[in-house]
């Protein structure tokens, strides 16, 4: 989960309680990833994993004037700067493979694509284990012919932003539930699958299982751990919020993702602006997000959720979480 919500003690509290603390590094520096991964090793001799987005994202545009007009109206009422009228955006992708191999980082997982050949090669060898993101049989198959070591199925329940590839394709993320995605994965890939997306309880795990799963990938969960980055605000709307109260957005970041449904969201949807396309749009909010955080504005954050947000009830320790799971 990037922006700052696996934070190390919440990577090394999962894999100290004996289950796969993740790193989501997928916003981050390469400077950035080399001290979090350091801070993890200092709290765990346990294997861990890092997560990076499997896709360029460097960009650059001076066509976002109409959305910034709009966006202003927010920053008027916080008190920040106008927005900039050109946004440029660094792709710190080969940094953060070179980290990764420099730290010897034994499991990676990617989002979004297929990491490209040349990464691949770079990073594959039999002590270190390579996960990959699929919301379609048609991307597990891409990431399987790829040399990949095992394959998330993530359902459409999955809060933030799911795997799905091509965008243009399926415009709110490919929308097969967990369900149906696990049983023709287990059925026509010859890899592990970890199965994600609204997990919540022991019996779900249990019954995921069951079907031909080799694993289970929980995030929403994780939310309300108190070594989890998440603030304040944000932990006080996933405890209020209800099973039907999330819902799959553009608005933030130009990718489709479920969060909680809140004021942001429905007047980017009234305003009928053109989004752009991530990560520009993300880029674009960036700071309007940051300050409602900040003084604890909960209309203005991305609340990212799964469904299975309304099961949960009160906040809890990682190794809680991880007993309560086995």
């Given at each position: 989960?990037?922006?700052g919500?696996?934070?190390?003690?919440?990577v090394a509290?999962v894999?100290?309680a004996?289950?796969?603390g993740?790193i989501?590094a997928?916003?981050m520096?390469?400077i950035?990833l080399?001290k979090e991964?350091q801070?993890?090793k200092?709290l765990t001799?346990?294997?861990?994993?890092?997560?990076?987005?499997?896709?360029?994202?460097?960009s650059?545009?001076s066509?976002?004037?109409?959305?910034?007009?709009?966006?202003n109206?927010?920053?008027?009422?916080l008190?920040?700067?106008?927005?900039?009228e050109?946004?440029?955006?660094?792709?710190?992708?080969e940094?953060?493979?070179?980290?990764?191999?420099?730290?010897?980082?034994?499991?990676?997982?990617t989002?979004?694509h297929?990491?490209?050949?040349?990464l691949?090669?770079?990073?594959?060898?039999?002590e270190r284990?390579l996960?990959g993101?699929?919301?379609t049989?048609?991307e597990?198959?891409m990431?399987?012919?790829?040399?990949?070591?095992?394959?998330v199925?993530?359902?459409y329940?999955?809060g933030g932003?799911?795997?799905?590839?091509d965008?243009?394709?399926h415009?709110?993320?490919?929308?097969?539930?967990?369900i149906?995605?696990?049983q023709?994965?287990?059925?026509?890939?010859?890899?592990p699958?970890?199965?994600?997306?609204g997990?919540?309880?022991?019996?779900?795990v249990n019954?995921l299982?069951?079907?031909?799963a080799?694993g289970?990938q929980?995030?929403?969960k994780f939310?309300?751990?108190k070594?989890a980055?998440?603030n304040?605000?944000?932990?006080?709307?996933?405890l209020?919020a209800?099973?039907?109260d999330?819902?799959i957005?553009?608005?933030?970041?130009?990718?489709p993702?479920?969060?909680i449904?809140n004021q942001?969201?429905e007047?980017m949807e009234?305003?009928?602006?053109?989004?752009?396309?991530?990560?520009?749009?993300n880029?674009?909010t960036?700071?309007?997000r940051?300050?409602?955080?900040k003084?604890?504005?909960t209309?203005l954050q991305?609340?990212?959720a799964g469904q299975?947000?309304?099961?949960?009830k009160?906040?809890?320790t990682v190794e809680?979480?991880?007993y309560?799971l086995i």
């Amino acid at each position: 989960m990037a922006g700052g919500i696996t934070t190390a003690e919440l990577v090394a509290g999962v894999s100290n309680a004996g289950a796969l603390g993740t790193i989501g590094a997928g916003y981050m520096d390469d400077i950035k990833l080399k001290k979090e991964i350091q801070k993890v090793k200092q709290l765990t001799e346990k294997p861990f994993a890092v997560n990076i987005f499997a896709l360029n994202l460097e960009s650059f545009s001076s066509d976002v004037q109409v959305m910034q007009n709009h966006l202003n109206k927010y920053r008027k009422v916080l008190g920040i700067n106008p927005g900039k009228e050109v946004i440029r955006i660094h792709d710190y992708m080969e940094e953060k493979i070179h980290v990764i191999i420099e730290e010897d980082v034994p499991i990676v997982s990617t989002a979004f694509h297929v990491l490209p050949s040349s990464l691949m090669e770079r990073l594959k060898k039999p002590e270190r284990k390579l996960i990959g993101m699929a919301t379609t049989l048609e991307e597990a198959k891409m990431l399987e012919a790829a040399g990949y070591d095992m394959i998330v199925a993530q359902g459409y329940e999955a809060g933030g932003h799911r795997g799905t590839f091509d965008i243009e394709k399926h415009p709110n993320g490919a929308d097969i539930t967990l369900i149906p995605l696990l049983q023709s994965l287990v059925s026509h890939i010859n890899l592990p699958i970890i199965a994600a997306g609204g997990i919540n309880t022991k019996e779900q795990v249990n019954g995921l299982l069951e079907m031909g799963a080799s694993g289970v990938q929980l995030g929403t969960k994780f939310l309300l751990a108190k070594e989890a980055g998440t603030n304040k605000s944000y932990r006080q709307a996933l405890l209020k919020a209800g099973i039907t109260d999330t819902v799959i957005t553009k608005a933030f970041s130009g990718r489709p993702a479920r969060g909680i449904h809140n004021q942001f969201i429905e007047q980017m949807e009234k305003a009928n602006i053109h989004t752009n396309p991530f990560p520009i749009q993300n880029e674009l909010t960036k700071d309007i997000r940051a300050a409602g955080a900040k003084i604890g504005n909960t209309a203005l954050q991305s609340l990212w959720a799964g469904q299975g947000v309304g099961e949960l009830k009160k906040e809890t320790t990682v190794e809680e979480i991880i007993y309560s799971l086995i």
